[in-house]
């Protein structure tokens, strides 16, 4: 029976419109400024004969003028600052509850490359990623790259994989689903006796933004923990991968509680496809053009094509001036840093 092939999806984030709130309406502001200003006319244009008694009455209008101004100067404003007011009160409200509705929505983790060799622009910021122990790259600088492999199952490729990753002395993570340890144990333990790290890829491997329980969440974590410590006889780093690199704000808040870190990624390429694997050379135009430094690369375990080049792409990566290392060491020099 042909596995299932596991797919990840790289969608740029759709742009939002916001309408903006319509300028308040001073039409009776205006009419009680000029109505203001008909009653200034009508008082300034009769004046007051200065004969003996008579500048009391001076003094009065004059009194009256400058009240009148004055009503009217605090009508206006009056009326111009309440429905700003309203205005200013809509606009908070409709923030507060566009964060609250993004806080449960789905994301799909996307990258661009406007530049080649630079860091890739992604959905969100590595900053913004660290409230919830999350990361896609190093920041840092260093010409450092974290290999990571994503494994829905087993057809073969790993072990060649494995051999490359030996002969380099470069570390990786795997990050497994329920299947793949229960069909292919061995693996999974040779692994981590040859110091790579095993990743939490759920035990189902299903659209975990649309899982909203912590109990639900936490049940397809705890189990491929539980599955994996059981294998290989060590317990589970808490590192996460969401499948298909569908999240949302609630999920990742959920996975920090159970002491999780979340690793998405900063350079992959359409790797997944057993029937329409990439050549040689549109991976190497990829994965060489695009590495950068400090980047978390996802490949896919599956893919014949990465068992074939692996060997001599990190060789090229290494040419480059590349090392490796573990996301173990980025977790640590990221607490180090803080």
Known sequence: MKQPVFKHFHLSRSDKTRRRPSMPDHSQSKEAAKSGASVFRRISLNPVKCTDGAFPQILHNQKLIKSVLFLTFAFFLGAGAGKFSHHQKIRTVNSTAVIQASSTAESNWGLSFPENGKPPVANTT???????DAYYIDEAGEKVIYLTFDAGYENGNTPAILDALKKHNAPATFFLVGNYIT???DLVKRMVEEGHTIGNHTY???NMSQISTEEAFSKELNDLEALCQQTTGQPMSKFYRPP???YSE????????LG???FFWSLAYVDWYEDKQPTKEEAFNKLLNRIHPGAIVLL???SKTNGEILDELLTKWEEMGYTFRSLEQLVQEEGNAS
């Open 126 to 132: 590595a900053e913004a990623l660290k409230a919830y």
């Open 183 to 185: 069909t292919s144990p």
């Open 204 to 206: 189902h491997h299903p």
């Open 244 to 246: 298909q690199g569908k």
């Open 250 to 257: 609630t999920n990742l808040t959920m996975a920090k509680k």
């Open 260 to 262: 999780y870190k979340t």
């Open 300 to 302: 896919h375990s599956t």
